[in-house]
């Protein structure tokens, strides 16, 4: 699991020459909304040598629609080794996701890179895609986790503006769907509002405690914030590990409940300390 899914414009090399040196736990070259048609072209070349030049950075690319022109073309630039994976916008539905996956098989083949070896990430930013998104997580043994394209999917249903409330319930699903089909916590919304950086945390805050793993973000200026709040606190880690320690010691002794700081510990309660502790050291906060 990762915290921070950071976009970087495929065509713009002031950024693209900054990407080692970003704290993100993850780099997303973009070749979709950011790159206009006349850089496809480039962007991929730009790209391409970018992931080669960095391949102990968790890549993915954010190629275009299946649908569009430029999809076969992104997948054969740019599946090579070094590429953890690609983002897939645009998914409506177990069918796109079933194209992808036999697209991704012959180019593995073409490069004979290990198969299944490439991850898809899919957004879910569409009615459609949100009606659908549990044939879409489990379409087929690539897709890792499901991320929230939340500004398409509230032009698609009208949605006026969004303060939390008005998503709720996609980011829900979005929780309990990734649950139900076995795969790990999904990807939050992007904050498009760079200036307000409270808002970005107490966003992300929501996130965490509906059960993301992380979040999308726009500009390097929001890793920090958002690799803060995604990892667990020392206080939390501390807790956890107390849990653990007077919950076994209580099967030890014969009971099957403990307390700790008041709180009532059973079995799920120390689950969750597990996860929070595992969680840490993927983090390496221990």
């Given at each position: 699991?990762?915290?921070s899914w950071l976009?970087?414009?495929?065509?713009?090399d002031?950024?693209l020459?900054?990407v080692?040196?970003?704290?993100?736990?993850?780099i997303?070259?973009?070749?979709e909304?950011s790159?206009?048609?006349?850089?496809?072209d480039?962007?991929r070349?730009?790209?391409?040598?970018a992931?080669?030049d960095?391949?102990?950075?968790?890549?993915?690319?954010?190629?275009?629609?299946?649908?569009?022109?430029?999809?076969?073309?992104?997948?054969?630039k740019?599946?090579?080794?070094?590429?953890t994976?690609?983002?897939?916008p645009?998914?409506?539905k177990?069918d796109d996701?079933?194209i992808?996956?036999?697209?991704?098989?012959?180019i593995?083949k073409?490069?004979?890179?290990?198969p299944?070896?490439?991850?898809i990430v899919?957004?879910?930013?569409?009615a459609?895609?949100?009606h659908?998104a549990?044939?879409?997580?489990?379409?087929?043994?690539?897709?890792?986790?499901?991320?929230?394209g939340?500004?398409?999917?509230m032009?698609?249903?009208?949605?006026k503006?969004?303060n939390?409330i008005?998503?709720?319930?996609?980011?829900s699903?979005?929780?309990?769907?990734?649950?139900a089909?076995?795969i790990?916590?999904?990807?939050?919304?992007?904050?498009?509002?760079?200036a307000?950086?409270?808002?970005?945390?107490?966003?992300?805050?929501?996130g965490?405690?509906?059960?993301?793993?992380?979040?999308l973000?726009i500009?390097p200026?929001?890793?920090?914030?958002i690799?803060?709040?995604?990892?667990p606190?020392?206080?939390?880690?501390?807790?956890?590990?107390?849990?653990?320690?007077?919950?076994?010691?209580?099967?030890?002794?014969g009971?099957?409940?403990?307390?700790?700081?008041g709180?009532?510990?059973?079995?799920p309660i120390?689950?969750?300390?597990?996860?929070i502790?595992d969680?840490?050291?993927?983090?390496?906060?221990?």
């Amino acid at each position: 699991m990762h915290r921070s899914w950071l976009f970087v414009p495929g065509s713009q090399d002031k950024y693209l020459k900054k990407v080692k040196e970003l704290k993100t736990d993850v780099i997303i070259f973009d070749l979709e909304d950011s790159v206009i048609k006349a850089k496809k072209d480039e962007a991929r070349v730009k790209v391409s040598e970018a992931i080669s030049d960095m391949r102990t950075k968790v890549n993915f690319v954010r190629v275009n629609g299946i649908y569009t022109e430029f999809f076969i073309d992104d997948l054969e630039k740019l599946v090579r080794p070094g590429l953890t994976g690609i983002v897939l916008p645009k998914v409506n539905k177990r069918d796109d996701m079933i194209i992808a996956d036999y697209m991704l098989d012959q180019i593995e083949k073409k490069h004979l890179l290990e198969p299944k070896s490439v991850t898809i990430v899919p957004i879910i930013e569409s009615a459609k895609a949100l009606h659908n998104a549990y044939d879409i997580a489990s379409s087929c043994n690539r897709v890792k986790c499901l991320a929230f394209g939340a500004e398409d999917l509230m032009l698609d249903m009208n949605i006026k503006s969004s303060n939390g409330i008005e998503t709720l319930y996609a980011r829900s699903k979005m929780i309990e769907v990734s649950k139900a089909s076995s795969i790990g916590p999904p990807i939050d919304q992007i904050y498009p509002n760079l200036a307000d950086m409270e808002g970005l945390r107490k966003e992300a805050e929501n996130g965490r405690n509906l059960g993301f793993q992380g979040k999308l973000l726009i500009h390097p200026n929001q890793v920090e914030t958002i690799n803060e709040v995604f990892t667990p606190t020392i206080e939390e880690i501390n807790e956890a590990k107390e849990v653990i320690e007077k919950y076994h010691k209580s099967i030890v002794e014969g009971f099957g409940v403990s307390k700790v700081n008041g709180k009532m510990i059973d079995a799920p309660i120390v689950e969750k300390a597990k996860r929070i502790l595992d969680y840490a050291e993927r983090n390496k906060t221990t």
